[in-house]
């Protein structure tokens, strides 16, 4: 492979910022805690007037994020990082939409995390 007079800087600057990459927020929580996450988001915009089972899992994931010493900050990183990865959410409605619920999530998740 031809090396360019970049080529060694470029690595190295790769290198570093990779290694100042703040860590995944998601990656402290437990895996069964976001799946169920992300199957009461499913559920959510299936039928997003009951938030039973969408509050619920807020309310696990909150508990575990505190008890891991994640800010709020992170939490909310996390949750959209969850939405964004739920094959429903492409297919819901408009942008505004999915936009609302998002919003809506995060609230609740919010009131969760400093309810406890």
């Known amino acids: ?3 360019t007079r970049e080529g060694p800087w470029l690595e190295r600057r790769r290198t570093m910022r990779d290694s100042n990459r703040p860590p995944d927020p998601a990656a402290g929580l437990p895996e069964e805690a976001l799946a169920a996450m992300r199957r009461a988001m499913s559920e959510y915009l ?3 007037g009951d938030a039973t089972e969408l ?4 309310r696990v994931i909150s508990t575990e994020a505190r008890a891991r010493q994640l800010r709020a900050e992170q939490l909310i990183v996390a949750l959209k990082q969850a939405w964004h990865s739920v094959p429903d959410v492409q297919h819901a409605a408009t942008q505004q939409e999915r936009d609302r619920l998002l919003d809506r999530l995060i609230t609740v998740c919010i009131e969760e995390y400093y309810r406890g």
């Open 1 to 3: 492979r031809p090396r």
């Open 55 to 58: 509050r619920t899992a807020l």
């Open 46 to 48: 299936v039928r997003p």
